[in-house]
């Protein structure tokens, strides 16, 4: 039976804390170095721990006691069927990538690390579908089937140590999801380990399978709070055999639209990425030495950038099409861009990309970051960071001392901005200026508040923002189904 | 409260049968010209309702007194709220295309039709996403988007009358899934009718919303058993500027996957369908007019052929690949391929893609045809033939007055196999003979029993040898959730 303790205003869930006995029995399912713990007879220190309580903005911190690090399914199974029957929380954990708290403890839950679960199951050549376990790293798959001239379909900033699973279970967007699309539609099946221990294995390796519901797709972006992802099958592509790239300066931001669809319409089916920065974000972006500085001439009378990339099966094929482009973009009667400049070889092809990418790490160099990943329609983009940079001035809080850049950079071609306030500090001021502003605005066009990001533990309290009370009340009725105990991954996507 | 009586051996529900009192209360609902029903006032002649009661194989068989037209989703809704008060059970349909019985009545359960409902409701010519009415026609929404240059993601045979309501609640595949991928990655958001009545609005034009569980995806391919689609928004893909196709003539089986690997390495992003036909299937095709007979020295000595067909952004660019393509295949010490006739203009381009599509309409004419579609590993497609084959001449069904012809063809790029066994009579030896063997024969390649048609009326007995018991007892429970008096679409899917 859950038992129920008054907490503030509000009646609170009460949970087990791991204990002597929990240790003890988790001796019997996994050998001393599976097993992370304060308690007797491990002892861990506890900062060992910390990489495993705290996220990597060092912005969420929980307090776990004990780590666990299974090696098979079965050993996941097992250990959360004793969770079950002890009502002690989990918390699953991949490569702890996120940026919305959802895969750190908020309290002293358990938790349930898949590092050690890292095994190719199968990879088969000819149809480029992918069987891998939950733990495996996206860059050591990537790695994995490159030999075999197949990528996968997601790719982002942290692929060096986010998991497949926590890809997954976040349904991370990332650079490829123009030209693949999301992994609602490339992940092909799971192995799931339920809240109650039951192992749910639709771990098809079918590109097709029109058989009743399809159920695993309730995992991908449930971020940990139906079940434990343990394995994944996954359609990975074809490598393109030739990637260009060009960025292209433009006068007004009410050219990036028409020049999207120029651009849709030239490139076709070659066009892989179409990125966005603005003027502030591309300037931060090289006062911080990330990527390559345009010529200032190219710069002169540039209102905002985007970024191009083509992937294709002929160099020589795709750079015909970019030059064409090109020229039709500059010798038309009112011209969208102002100038273009084209990377002539690997090296310039990664620093054009480490301007876009680099924002990123510019915003943590220049200040304090408020982060704010949004779907809205590409028409508002330049809308949503002016309104927000001109509420904030309405507030006192723009200047030197207080918010220094508002800026907007991300994928247009996905419809996802990224709007980052960089200030000189966080604080409460900002944040009650940000918040729910952001939100309401981002509301009023119909947009999602968490484009690709998530929910975690950062935007429960946002989510009627995105969803509907009747989207919500159905979500709580289906997590009730899989969790009747509320013991995965516990205040994470829902209060 | 349900009620249930003694059917058989088994306990089967008992719903209500529509009634004058129910004829009264939709009068309140919808106007006389959306409301057909053998029942007063209207007094349709039964006739009237054979379209809505029987499918275009005339294999499943209704009997349906009344058929509602809705216009708007409130109209659905009230229809539903009534119904599941009154315990009347409800069969959703679209154009009613679908083959295994789906779309039809079982017994006189109300017909729902969503052919009213045939509105766009929006269209970005920037995002190419599209909203439309369930009951919109697939081929009228591809003539809505094309001159915006833009493509539906999903083609099939059916589609001058399939709804896009059905094409997603069956979770269709066809001839584009190779390229644009499954529904499930390109349907961005749907509005639903639940059983109860309340109208689920998750219809987001946003490409990308992390933002909680992603429920729609559960009413993609529950063939109208969760809920009544109603709404439908799907993001469509620019148009590609030029396609070409070309016919292989392979001399083994074996030759397949070598081929369709080094087709994939070299067509690489513009390879847009890959499709095989045996050679029973291709002399089946030119005997009844089929599409364009290869010359007779290019048939000689081939086994089996292969449809490809490329879609690109240049048609100078993709003939060359394809004429590199042909080279190389011809040029090799063993070559995969015995010739290949390349289409030179737009009628050739149709009447090679008739030599496959027209497969279907053959078989219809050359006899009675038990039609399978599986899933399968690629390499075991002409084994499953062979070995159907040789199980029908073990039991003495093999012959002129039985079973003239066994086939294999379908969609290699997708794993998907059509097996179709063209007798001279149903009879239910041949029946008997094909069920389980069938079945148990795809379930030992761990393959689907149903690739793309769904489950319907017609394999809910056999979901077993697809899905395992856990997956199933899952599926029972969402049906439960969401349907708790099971009052849509009963017997469909879940038996």
Redesign the interface.
Known sequence: MSRFIRHGLRWTRQYSSVGQKDIDHFRTILPPHAILTTLPPYNTQPDELDPYNNDWMQKYHGRATTVLKPKTTRQVSDIVRWCDSREIPIVPQGGNTGLVGGSVPLRDELVVSLANMNSVRSF????GILVADAGCILQSLTDYVSPH?HIMPVDLGAKGSCHIGGNVA??A?GLR?LRY??L???VLGLEVVLPDG?????L????????????K??F???EGT?GIITAVSILTA????ASNNVILALPHFDNV?PL??AV???????LSAFEYIDRTAYELAVKHGQGRALADEDVAGAACFVLLET????RE?DEE?LNDLLTSLLEADKPLITTGVLSQNPAQFSSLWALREGVTEAVSKEGKAYKYDV?V???SFQHVVDATREHLRSKGLLGEHSVKHVMGYG?V????LHLNICATAYTQEIQDALEPFVYELVSSY??????????GAM?THA?HY???E???A??K???A?FDPRGIMNPGK??E
Do not use: F
């Open positions: 088969d050549p000819v149809s001239n976040t349904n967007g999801l699309g999301s609602h539609g490339s039951t192992i749910l294995d639709q098809t390796s079918l590109r097709k399978d029109n058989t009743g519901y399809d159920l797709q309730l991908i972006g449930a139906l074809p490598s393109p055999q639209l999207y669809r849709k319409r030239q490139l076709s089916e070659i992937s294709g099966g002929r094929h099409k779907s329609p590409l028409a994928h071609g996905d419809g996802n119909h947009g999602s508040i968490s484009a690709e990001h998530g929910i935007k989510l995105s969803k509907s009747t989207s919500i159905w979500m009725k289906i997590k189904l996507v829902l």
